[in-house]
């Protein structure tokens, strides 16, 4: 599998972001597609992920902020980050895995998330 990421940048505080990601090459019938992100503080965590039938998770810290969503046909996955806070700077990593088994998460490349206060 390989994902290529897209968005991210420099925003000022509050402001909003959109992050895309495509899948390609082997695709599961049914998969979870998210984002991490990470900072050189701390470990990557979990920001939001969404399965293939729709179904979200978010971190407390974005909830009401960020919003995940996906295109099956098109296997891609969106970020839309609003009321962006300057604790949301990072490096923004796009996921996928099966949604059954044991099967490894693929990640993509990585993009820079920015937020100036």
């Known amino acids: 599998v390989q994902l290529q990421a897209s968005g991210g940048g420099l925003v000022q505080a509050g402001g909003s972001l959109r992050l895309s990601c495509a899948a390609s090459?082997?695709?599961?019938?049914?998969?979870?597609m998210g984002w991490y992100r990470q900072t050189p503080e701390k470990q990557r965590e979990l920001v939001a992920i969404v399965t293939s039938g729709g179904t979200s998770n978010y971190a407390d810290s974005v909830k009401g902020r960020f919003t995940i969503s996906r295109d099956n046909s098109k296997n891609t996955v969106t970020l839309q980050m609003n009321s962006l806070k300057s604790e949301d700077t990072a490096v923004y990593y796009c996921s996928y895995r099966s949604s059954f088994g044991t099967w490894p998460i693929y990640w993509g490349q990585g993009t820079q998330v920015t937020v100036s206060s």
């Open positions: 090459g082997r695709i599961f019938g049914f998969s979870d």
